[in-house]
């Protein structure tokens, strides 16, 4: 069996403050270990349940996060950035049987997770078909285009409860709950203990994950300022909605995503 992982940074536990996630502050390096870690425990958790390939995508910042001497043998990790519209699935393809999502957080705009954001922070919210757009759904209709469902999903609260929302069937592991400007975590053995137990789970309900695909997508960004609003509605089939507002309609999701590379 084969499992992609991609990792992001503000949803792990006890990551708190934007300086946790920034490789030039003092206070990253503890960060990065503990996502190194919990990445550790879900491939711990995937090989002894049968998964004999892993590929990682370090999703965070640089793409250089992750101690990859730390992992297992065999276990495969993608770091940096491809300069494509796949992004934080980079490396995913056909030949894998699952996608599993580990420290992913709330989308912009919502309370979930003091780190909340969408893609980059200049914008207020991203939809897509009405829906609130967290990095989990836009890269989980990214991993729709190669068949492989995302059947797992580790972060705050909020972002697994939206998950669930979106798909009943995957598994999640809340390991914080964000509250104001911090968050209420389980300490780091929990949090690795958890995900590890949880990676079985994920792995009995693959067949049941796959999700519907739309025959249209439309995708809305509000930005912070009028003027990103006004530079993206010169990209190709852009309407301007109002003066942060733009639209994008598509009938692929590669074409969604390829609009959302260049425009936020």
Same mark, same amino acid.
């Given at each position: 069996m084969k499992i992609f992982i991609s990792a992001d940074l503000e949803g792990c536990a006890g990551v708190t403050t934007w300086e946790e996630t920034d490789p030039k502050h003092k206070e990253y390096d503890r960060a990065a270990l503990e996502m190194t870690e919990e990445v550790l425990a879900l491939c711990e958790g995937l090989m002894e349940n049968g998964v004999d390939e892993?590929?990682?995508? %370090?999703?965070?910042?640089s793409g250089k996060n992750i101690i990859y001497n730390m992992l297992p043998s065999?276990?495969?990790?993608?770091?940096?950035?491809? #300069? #494509?519209?796949?992004?934080?699935?980079?490396g995913l393809d056909n030949s894998f049987d699952g996608a599993i999502f580990l420290g992913y957080h709330s989308a912009e705009s919502q309370s979930g997770n003091p780190l909340s954001h969408t893609m980059t922070r200049k914008? +207020?919210?991203?939809?897509? +078909?009405?829906?609130?757009?967290?990095?989990?759904?836009?890269?989980?209709?990214?991993?729709?285009?190669?068949?492989?469902?995302?059947?797992?999903?580790?972060g705050d609260k909020m972002i697994c409860d939206s998950a669930k929302d979106f798909n009943s069937c995957i598994t999640t592991?809340?390991?914080?709950?964000?509250?104001?400007?911090?968050?209420?975590?389980?300490?780091?053995?929990?949090?690795? +203990?958890?995900?590890?137990?949880k990676?079985?789970?994920?792995?009995?309900?693959?067949?049941?994950? +796959?999700i519907d695909i739309p025959d249209t997508f439309v995708m809305k960004i509000k930005y !912070?300022?009028?003027?990103?609003?006004?530079?993206?509605?010169?990209?190709? #089939?852009? !309407?301007?909605? %109002?003066?942060?507002?733009?639209?994008?309609?598509?009938?692929?999701?590669?074409?969604?995503?390829i609009a959302r590379m260049f425009i936020a």
């Open positions: 892993i590929v990682i995508k %370090d999703a965070h910042d065999k276990v495969k990790i993608f770091r940096g950035w491809s #300069g #494509g519209p796949y992004s934080m699935v980079d914008i +207020n919210e991203i939809s897509i +078909n009405g829906r609130l757009c967290s990095e989990y759904l836009l890269h989980t209709y990214a991993a729709s285009i190669y068949g492989v469902p995302v059947i797992m999903i580790t592991a809340a390991v914080k709950e964000g509250i104001g400007k911090g968050a209420l975590s389980l300490n780091s053995k929990d949090a690795q +203990n958890l995900i590890k137990v990676a079985k789970e994920a792995l009995s309900k693959i067949e049941k994950c +796959n !912070k300022n009028h003027d990103n609003a006004y530079k993206a509605s010169y990209y190709p #089939g852009i !309407k301007k909605i %109002d003066d942060c507002t733009i639209e994008y309609k598509s009938r692929t999701i590669k074409d969604m995503l």
